[in-house]
């Protein structure tokens, strides 16, 4: 039977990064997948994440199982740092958080339950998005539409796109939003485009799964889940599909959560159930340890704190590598405006490059990018980034007639 199998394309992403390793150049340079890399283009463990596995290390423990939906500490941990405590604790509001093994296993189990339990068809996400999204919810069984999202240029949002194309979305689609850091481009809408999507969803009553990512890489953590509460507040049902990977830098542990957010105790109820039959016949129940690393810093103010400061200060190293990048670019092609760069947020940035321009890149200069124009500015550093500002030079400047 074995025989009949196709061979599949490698990975958008992940097939690129295994190039990047097998090249021997040892100039090469990565910005391929969203993994934050340091100045030295290292991916350390976090020292609060040390901290609580050394802590963790020290207590008795068990391995048994986890309960289908995690630990109860780990579930309000999500739930308070997504809604915020005021919503968490609000009597108006009722969520339920589930413990899953990154953010693509939380995405899949909310496509699934959508489709099982309330009969959802189609989901809506922006053109471009993350190349696994439509992969996710194919594999789910839903059909998957496209809104419009990038301006001409490709560098910057055209809200009114966004809208008009949403009005041929059915009562009943599904929408899937990224709540910060747009993956792929970094182009986010303004609070103000945010209200205004929100009040379309809620009246042509489609249903939100905001995909919470990278929670802390935009303003903060606080103002970066401002799309969210603010759909809630306004009175809308919401998934929210989270993932640790990034903001704890905890991506081999695969540790994320999906919430449900509704306005009564025995829908909360209901949901949940719905959500837990749905992992069950997934993968069962969720991995312990690195749902274990995230409590326990959630849950001890002194780890937290750390937590807060060294997210932050991956935070403001990644603007300041944007800033960087736009001043030396600007120096060698002043005709050319790359203030965009500053305007996107989080690892991810549109660059304008091309497919072919990213092949060049690639075969010329051992520089490692997505093919669809995404870099990860997290994979820059004081050493590289003159190198990778004359790649682009080069490759972005008109052939000279001779
Ligand atoms: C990315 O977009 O590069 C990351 O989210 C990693 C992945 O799984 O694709």
Same mark, same amino acid.
């Given at each position: 039977m074995f025989q009949s199998a196709p061979?599949?394309?490698?990975?958008?992403?992940?097939?690129?990064?295994?190039?990047?390793?097998?090249?021997?150049?040892?100039?090469?340079?990565?910005?391929?997948?969203?993994?934050?890399?340091?100045?030295?283009?290292?991916?350390?463990?976090?020292?609060?994440?040390?901290?609580?596995?050394?802590?963790?290390?020290?207590?008795?423990?068990?391995k048994s199982y986890l309960p289908i939906d995690g630990a109860p500490q780990y579930q309000d941990g999500i739930g308070k740092l997504i809604l915020g405590d005021e919503l968490f604790h609000s009597d108006q509001v009722f969520s339920v958080s589930a413990h899953?093994?990154?953010?693509?296993?939380?995405?899949?189990?909310?496509?699934?339950?959508?489709?099982?339990?309330?009969?959802?068809?189609?989901?809506?996400?922006?053109?471009? &998005?993350? !190349?696994?999204?439509?992969?996710?919810?194919?594999? $789910? +069984?839903? @059909?998957?539409?496209?809104?419009g999202y990038l301006d001409h240029r490709g560098t910057g949002i055209d809200?009114?796109?966004?809208?008009?194309?949403l009005e041929s979305a059915q009562s009943g689609d599904a929408i899937l939003l990224h709540t910060v850091c747009h993956n792929p481009t970094g182009v986010d809408p303004s609070p103000e485009q945010w209200q205004k999507l929100g009040q379309l969803i809620r009246q042509r009553d489609l249903f939100p799964i905001f995909d919470f990512a990278y929670q802390g890489f935009g303003e903060s953590l606080e &103002?970066? !889940?401002?799309?969210?509460?603010?759909?809630?507040? $306004? +009175?809308? @049902?919401?998934?929210v599909c989270n993932s640790f990977s990034k903001n704890f830098g905890l991506y081999a542990e695969r540790v994320g959560g999906i919430t449900a957010v509704t306005f009564g105790a025995d829908t909360a109820k209901a949901i949940q159930s719905q959500i837990k039959s749905t992992i069950r016949t997934m993968y069962s129940n969720p991995p312990l340890h690195g749902g274990s690393i995230v409590s326990t810093v959630l849950n001890?103010?002194?780890?937290?704190?750390?937590?807060?400061?060294?997210?932050?200060?991956?935070?403001?190293?990644?603007?300041?590598?944007?800033?960087?990048?736009?001043? $030396?670019?600007?120096?060698?092609?002043?005709?050319?405006?790359?203030?965009?760069?500053?305007?996107?947020?989080?690892?991810?940035?549109?660059?304008?490059?091309?497919g072919e321009q990213a092949?060049?890149?690639r075969d010329e200069f051992s520089i490692y990018m997505l093919r669809s124009g995404r870099i990860n500015i997290a994979g820059m550093n004081h050493s590289n980034i003159g190198r990778i500002c004359d790649a682009f030079t080069q490759v972005l400047s008109p052939v000279k007639e001779a």
């Open positions: 061979l599949n394309p490698p990975d958008a992403i992940f097939g690129l990064n295994a190039q990047f390793r097998e090249d021997p150049n040892p100039e090469k340079i990565n910005l391929t997948v969203g993994v934050y890399q340091d100045e030295l283009g290292e991916t350390p463990v976090m020292a609060c994440v040390r901290e609580a596995e050394q802590r963790l290390l020290e207590q008795k423990g068990s899953t093994p990154g953010g693509t296993a939380s995405l899949r189990v909310a496509g699934e339950m959508l489709r099982r339990v309330f009969g959802v068809k189609k989901i809506w996400m922006s053109n471009p &998005s993350w !190349a696994n999204h439509p992969k996710i919810y194919e594999s $789910a +069984g839903l @059909e998957v539409e496209r809104y809200f009114e796109k966004v809208t008009t194309s &103002s970066d !889940a401002y799309p969210i509460r603010n759909f809630i507040e $306004a +009175g809308g @049902e919401a998934l001890d103010p002194e780890l937290r704190q750390r937590w807060e400061t060294e997210l932050e200060q991956i935070r403001i190293r990644i603007v300041d590598l944007r800033q960087q990048f736009v001043d $030396a670019m600007q120096d060698r092609m002043p005709d050319h405006d790359f203030s965009y760069i500053l305007r996107q947020r989080g690892m991810f940035s549109y660059s304008g490059i091309t092949d060049i890149l």
